[in-house]
């Protein structure tokens, strides 16, 4: 009777060893960073700036921080790095003028790509359609956006 008690301690304590070495691999497992395969769809990049250099993107993010009313857009650190607080500036910023780039999130997805490719029709670029793709075309009307005024009096 004590062997089988003390059988059955060890064996619950064995058990919960292995349940928690098992919960440490999981929880290591799940916190490494994901990994994109070849060919995958989306990912929510923490930067984001549609072919533009760095220069090009402290352009835009100038743009949006002085536009008016001048303080409602902030774009963060005007790095050129166009992240989640530049998205949301610009989300802003295309709803405020109804170009409708939807949730005022800091994702770059099909409505945000929409209101871009709206504002930048309107203002006299060739986007290629208003199709909510980042296609060469929007990339190229947004980088020669990026460009002007050429002395770079936005920043």
């Not at 774009?75 to 949730?103: C, E, H, M, V």
């Not at 999130?105 to 790509?113: K, L």
């Amino acid at each position: 009777m004590a062997s089988r008690m003390l059988t059955r301690a060890l064996l619950t304590t064995f058990t919960a060893a292995a349940l928690s070495l098992g919960t440490v691999a999981g929880a290591t497992a799940a916190v490494a960073a994901p990994t994109q395969q070849p060919g995958s769809s989306t990912t929510i990049q923490a930067v984001n700036n549609l072919g533009l250099s760095i220069s090009e993107g402290k352009s835009v993010q100038c743009y949006v921080r002085d536009a008016a009313p001048r303080g409602r857009y902030n774009p963060g650190a005007i790095d050129g790095q166009l992240g989640t607080s530049s998205w949301k500036a610009w989300q802003l910023f295309l709803n405020d003028r109804d170009y409708n780039a939807g949730a005022v999130d800091g994702a770059v997805g099909p409505n945000t790509i929409r209101g871009l490719q709206r504002f930048l029709v309107d203002i006299g670029y060739d986007t290629g359609g208003i199709d909510g793709v980042a296609g060469t075309k929007t990339k190229a009307a947004w980088k020669a956006f990026s460009r002007l005024p050429n002395d770079g009096s936005w920043c």
